[in-house]
């Protein structure tokens, strides 16, 4: 049977063929659908514009150089109520990283550990893990940032439960590691103090101390001389069949110059001291922020817990045999063996986690913690009036940071996949 696209070379080409041709046939489609696409976009514009027109205001993002008027208490770069709704969203956009930066890592710390141990043969174990996973992934993360805040400003005692006694030498309540104090008004942890500084760099966006840009370009270099260590190790175990030791090399190369420098700066952690009613030295965490942190922590963990779990469970239990019967322990073969190939598999579904907890990170306003939803999309929504631009600039950043994240785990994720010959 001759069809389309048997037909000669040297045939001329005729209309039909876009449809009829299956040469032409999907191309003719995309275009079609593109200006399909886009003459609905500009319907949509068109009638936003008209619509914005007939109640008297016009799309610009001028109200971003005005003054906010309002304080944010969580602020981690310079700001205060005389600067711009551009400056205020740029705290909450800071705000938002942060929170979202720590919770990835706490939940892929914890779901890493709780995915591992209900795998465990000890029964209790495996069921205590199971138990909290069931748990928390199948209550709303709402309920458990409203639970976390409640806990901490109804049940956590007030700072005065700290303070010792002078007739017995002792308190109500000791910190936690004798740094950390939970109260109802806040979270008092230490903070890093250096006795030398090397001088702050002050610039639009926010001051950047010197001492902190040493140590990380001490570790950088650190991790780097590091991994070309490991590399070479790997090229002589590859050359010999004997991989030479490596780890006190390793430790040396990672402790030795970052904890020379840190006694060049004079470092020391400043601690919390109870001082009257308050705690002064380190830095108190507000509430906000603590049960925010804690309720996306816990809740994407469990979800994080059963990726690793079918991660897992994906490898051939030959291979946990196979490392057995080379010798292994239990504890190596996971470490070497499965966990390095269960990456292929835990991966892709762990860049969807942590693209959730980033946007459930939003959340925040629940428990008053400011962040791009509380910045741009609330306060300076309702004090500006400028609804579609605020929305429409609030999905802007949420999609260029979900689009960051997938794209950084996606670079990991093809270094650590299956490479093919």
Not at 342 to 363: F, H
Request: with cysteine.
């Amino acid at each position: 049977m001759t069809t389309a696209h048997d037909a000669p070379e040297h045939s001329g080409f005729r209309l039909s063929q876009l449809i009829y041709d299956t040469r032409y046939r999907s191309l003719t489609i995309q275009v079609v659908v593109f200006f399909l696409v886009m003459a609905f976009v500009g319907w949509l514009v068109d009638n936003t514009i008209q619509n914005l027109n007939a109640l008297g205001k016009d799309f610009n993002f001028g109200f971003l150089w005005q003054r906010a008027g309002y304080d944010i208490g969580n602020a981690l770069i310079p700001y205060n109520n005389d600067m711009t709704h551009g400056r205020a969203m740029l705290v909450g956009l800071v705000n938002t990283l942060w929170i979202s930066f720590l919770g990835c890592v706490a939940a892929t710390i914890l779901g890493v550990v709780v995915g591992v141990l209900r795998l465990s043969k000890n029964w209790l174990v495996a069921r205590m893990m199971t138990i909290y996973v069931e748990v928390f992934r199948n209550i709303p993360l709402l309920l458990w940032i409203l639970v976390a805040i409640a806990l901490l400003t109804e049940v956590a005692p007030s700072p005065n439960a700290y303070k010792i006694n002078p007739e017995t030498g002792e308190a109500k309540l000791s910190m936690v590691f004798e740094s950390i104090a939970f109260t109802n008004r806040y979270t008092a942890i230490p903070s890093i103090h250096f006795d030398r500084s090397l001088g702050v760099i002050d610039t639009a966006f926010m001051p950047i101390s010197l001492n902190v840009l040493a140590i990380a370009v001490v570790l950088g270099l650190c991790f780097w001389i590091n991994k070309r260590l490991l590399a070479h190790a790997g090229r002589v175990q590859e050359a010999t069949g004997k991989r030479p030791t490596t780890w006190w090399k390793s430790a040396l190369i990672l402790v030795v110059p970052t904890l020379a420098l840190l006694i060049a700066l004079g470092f020391n952690p400043d601690e919390p001291v109870l001082k009257g009613f308050n705690f002064t030295g380190g830095t108190n965490v507000s509430n906000s922020f603590v049960a925010l942190w804690a309720g996306l922590s816990l809740y994407t963990a469990a979800f994080i817990a059963e990726i690793v779990r079918a991660g897992i469970l994906a490898i051939s239990k030959g291979q946990t045999e196979a490392a057995y019967a080379l010798g292994l322990r239990p504890n190596r073969t996971m470490n070497l063996v499965i966990l390095p190939q269960a990456l292929r598999v835990i991966i892709p579904p762990l860049i969807s986690q942590y693209l959730n907890l980033t946007k459930n990170s939003s959340l925040a306003i629940a428990v008053g913690y400011l962040e791009l939803r509380g910045t741009l999309g609330g306060i300076t929504l309702n004090q500006t009036g400028r609804e579609l631009e605020a929305i429409t600039l609030m999905m802007l950043l949420y999609l260029a940071i979900s689009l960051t994240i997938s794209g950084v785990m996606n670079v990991y994720n093809n270094r650590v996949k299956l490479k093919e010959r």
